[in-house]
């Protein structure tokens, strides 16, 4: 997940920077800042009952950005980090599309229609990321012998 970077004794800025230059640091990126202008749009409507999608997936977002940043997801094998990340995105992506179309059929005040529109906006960017992670993930396979082990 996470691409060269800056040397081992580098600062913690240059890791940021350079984990923000790869594709997969700036997707992170803009998730972070679409969630959180969804969370301010949701947290300026008059139902504010929408915030827990945007809190989590904004938290979550943040985590695996500084964890591949400092490339922890190399240091700690103990969990399938490129599963995670892609279970990660695709459940966002699914549960962003989905409060923002019930959020748009329910209607509601300015601020409310402008969460969910950037709410959508946030699910498709989830999917895209779910999407460019999965191929990361198959494993290639080679062929079985066809030969037997007695050479008969």
């Known amino acids: 997940m996470s691409d060269s970077g800056p040397e081992q004794g580098a600062s913690c800025t ?3 920077k350079a984990y923000i230059r790869t594709r997969k640091g700036a997707i992170l990126a803009a998730e972070i800042i679409i969630c959180l202008i969804v969370l301010i749009c949701y947290a300026a409507s008059n139902t504010p009952g929408y915030l827990g999608v945007a809190i989590t ?7 695996f950005f500084f964890l591949f940043a400092f490339r922890y997801d190399q240091q700690i094998a103990l ?7 892609f279970i990660r995105a695709a459940v966002g992506g699914g549960l962003f599309i989905i409060l923002s179309i019930v959020c748009l059929i329910r209607g ?3 601020p409310g229609i402008a ?3 950037f709410g959508l906006l946030a699910g498709i ?3 895209y990321d779910a999407f460019i992670t999965f191929p990361s993930l198959r494993k290639t396979h080679t062929q079985a012998a066809t030969e037997s082990p007695d050479n008969i």
């Open 14 to 16: 240059s890791f940021v």
């Open 57 to 63: 997936e904004l938290i979550f977002a943040i985590i």
């Open 79 to 85: 969990i399938h980090w490129g599963w995670t990340d």
């Open 108 to 110: 509601g005040d300015g």
């Open 115 to 117: 969460g969910s529109v």
């Open 125 to 127: 960017l989830f999917a």
